[in-house]
């Protein structure tokens, strides 16, 4: 384990062009929170410099000053230099939101989003060889030979005559025209509006002509990269959309999986491994989320929901840890990132309980896992051609591969004008989870495991409209030690492992 944690460390410094004195390096793994005090350590870093110095891990130490017995002082003499790890079960390293937005001209708010989103992703793109004379838009010289920016998509149109993409970027500086000529490989991809990508430029000896991009670079996963992994055998569950309060909530199976937890009859090995459930959000059903919900609900009134989902969750065993996330039926506003909920919403919630906010980022046994709900699923599977809700994953590699959850602004999911973006996916996670879809699917993308979490609700009749088959009752149980991972089936009381498709 302190070895994996500790290349993970390294990579993901590297990744933020930033260099680890082996003395920081060391105290960082000796801390209970080595991730978290990283991400600190990296986003408020002196501009310009690029280390990490045992002083400036001592002054962020300093800075927490947790009710602890360790001072930094401490921990440095204890610090024995292998194996200095202890394995902690749970640790937070991120919520996406971060209170209230600040600048009350909603304009300059998102300004301000805008900006944050583009400077953490342009920091991921900068420095790479695939994009050499990185400039400025508004440094930029036509007779110059090649160069590269990067920008935020503005917008995509194509030409009328010979179908060629024109793509209009922005940074901080300017913006500009960019032409993808049809039958070039970077013309087949399909560009968001909002994202942010860096770009190869030709510049034609034409005064005048627009410029044609020659290679596209995601800020994506890095290829190689260490994996975290837990030292020893504990297991998470990942489960999604409970909508307790429906009618259509599948209490039976429901109880299948508290049986198989508490290990009463078959796969109780298993049951016994797990330390951990994550729920990917739609905790409750809500009320008032579509029209006519309120013949679909069994408990009308959302407080009494939230009180049924913490006798739901009393069900579990206690020494497990749950993390829940608000999805868009939850009592929360529904912007993105969405906070946690209140705590008048959470008191019969049993003390085992993490609520976070949508989405988090977190480390079970040392594993980072990503959850967030999956609402910009509405918007990407209509922009992305070929996507589709029965195959959730493939959207989720193109999240990890534009390091971004929601980019589009605008459309069904509405973003919230905070002043960071905490929707870029910043560390790159081990696990990715999400729900919404009300589907199942499992894959792979650059060692980082896709889960799109089955549901608890059996099909309404909204869905029904909606032409949405829903795949429910069906459970990812995964080994932190190797990212393996079982799917089972409640269906029956005896949980079946099943494919991850239907
Ligand atoms: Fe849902
Ligand atoms: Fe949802």
Known sequence: MAESLREHLVAYFEEHHTLVEAGALQLLLSNHQPLLLSRELVEHRVEGSPFVTVEMVERALALRAPPRPSTPADLRSSARPQDVRVE????????????????????????????????????????????????????????????????????????????????????????????????????????????????????????????????????????????????????????????IGSRSFLAESWGHLVDFLHGHGPRAEI??????????????????????????????????????????????????????????????????????????????FPPNVHSLANPSTFALQGVVVEAYHGRSFDDLIPAIPGASYSRPTEVMKRMLAMRH???????????????????????????????????????????????????????TEYQRMRNISPVPARAAVVDLSTLDLVTLDFSTGDPKPAGPAG
């Open 271 to 348: 049951a016994a491994e797990i330390d951990h459930v994550v729920v990917a959000g739609d905790l409750v059903d809500g009320i008032g989320i579509y029209p006519q919900q309120e013949r679909d609900l069994a408990i009308a009134d959302v407080v009494e929901q939230y009180a049924e989902l913490g006798r739901r969750l009393s069900e579990l065993p206690e020494r497990m840890t749950i993390v829940v996330v608000p999805g868009n039926h939850d009592a929360v506003c529904p912007a993105e990132p969405q906070p946690a909920l209140p705590t008048g919403l959470r008191s019969s």
């Open 405 to 459: 959850l929601a980019p589009i602004y605008g459309d069904r999911t509405p973003l919230a004008p905070l002043p960071r973006d905490g929707l870029v996916i910043d560390p790159a996670p081990d696990i990715l989870v999400t729900g919404h879809s009300h589907t199942y699917g499992v894959d792979r993308y650059r060692g980082v495991l896709l889960l799109n979490a089955s549901t608890w609700q059996a099909e």
């Open 88 to 243: 902690v079960p749970f640790e937070l390293i991120r919520e996406g939101f971060i209170g209230p937005p600040v600048a009350s001209d909603p304009l300059a708010a998102y300004t301000a989003l805008f900006q944050s989103r583009y400077r953490s992703l342009a920091r991921l793109l900068r420095g790479r060889p695939e994009l050499p004379n990185l400039r400025p838009i508004s440094g930029l010289r036509a007779p110059d030979g090649p160069a590269s920016i990067i920008g935020l998509v503005r917008e995509v149109r194509t030409t009328p005559k010979r179908h060629h993409l024109l793509v209009t970027l922005d940074d901080e500086s300017g913006s500009i025209d960019v032409l993808l000529p049809h039958d070039s490989p970077a013309a087949r991809m399909t560009f968001l509006s909002d994202e942010v990508v860096g770009l190869r430029l030709q510049f034609s000896r034409e005064p005048g002509k627009i410029p044609r991009a020659v290679a596209v670079e995601r800020p994506d996963i890095p290829a190689v990269r260490p994996v975290g992994r837990a030292g020893r055998r504990r297991r998470a569950i990942f489960l999604s959309d409970l909508h």
